[in-house]
């Protein structure tokens, strides 16, 4: 089992270019979330989704879009990029959102918008 | 509101000095509280949950304990693979998700 894998690994953006972080899963779960990690900030939850079909916001939404494409996949879009946003990207899943099950996160995206 | 707060930033350890990694919360309503370990440029690695105070977890080691306030995690006889960042996470009935402090950085030295 691969767990959770995503592309690109790296990625640099000039500001207002648009791109899509792609995100698989293969331990057939049903939630999916987006993550940024900035330094001294700790992960930030930025979309979720609880169930196939289903997407909500977290923290820190503003400037994104996320698609639950299947089951398996989960992928989040930057419309118009900003400096801001310039972040180290994780994608994460878990059995179901509620109850306390444990998150699997994938290896992250790196991304810099000049 | 929910929180969690970890201490210290940074440690630095030499091979075999023990010692406690600490992470205080407030949260309405515990549903778990996670450890995980991130090594540089890789992505969190599940390492522990617990659920409620008294509750202790051990992996080689580690050993993560969890009050009503905070949990800690040991660290025995570190060795230099054990330099990580470790993160702790809670999360709320009220919201379902987790919601992470800003980790603990650990170098051991041989």
């Known amino acids: 089992n691969a767990g959770v894998t995503q592309t690109p690994k790296f990625q640099v953006l000039k500001t207002g270019q648009s791109m899509t972080l792609q995100c698989a899963q293969d331990?057939?779960?049903?939630?999916m979330y987006w993550y940024r990690q900035d330094p001294g900030m700790g992960l930030r939850l930025i979309y979720y989704?609880?169930?196939?079909?289903?997407?909500d916001k977290g923290e820190v939404p503003n400037g994104y879009n996320v698609s639950r494409l299947n089951k398996r996949e989960f992928s989040l879009r930057l419309e118009s990029a900003a400096p801001s946003q310039t972040s180290v990207y994780f994608c994460?899943?878990?059995?179901?959102?509620?109850?306390?099950?444990?998150?699997?996160f994938g290896p992250g995206t790196r991304l810099t918008v000049t | 509101e929910d929180q969690v707060t970890q201490s210290p930033e940074a440690l630095r350890l030499q091979e075999g000095e023990s010692s406690s990694l600490n992470c205080s919360y407030t949260?309405?309503?515990?549903?778990?509280l996670f450890w995980y370990r991130q090594d540089p440029g890789k992505g969190p690695e599940f390492l522990f949950t617990?659920?409620?105070a008294g509750e202790e977890k051990e992996k080689e080691r580690l050993k993560a304990t969890l009050t009503k306030k905070e949990s800690f995690l040991h660290i025995t006889a570190p060795k230099p693979e054990d330099s990580a960042t470790y993160l702790c996470?809670?999360?709320?009935?009220?919201?379902?998700?987790?919601?992470f402090g800003q980790g603990t950085t650990l170098q051991v030295k041989p």
């Open positions: 949260v309405s309503g515990l549903r778990g």
């Open positions: 617990l659920y409620s």
């Open positions: 994460a899943s878990s059995e179901f959102l509620a109850g306390g099950p444990e998150q699997y």
């Open positions: 989704s609880a169930s196939e079909g289903t997407t």
């Open positions: 996470a809670v999360r709320s009935s009220n919201t379902g998700k987790l919601i």
């Open positions: 331990m057939n779960h049903n939630s």
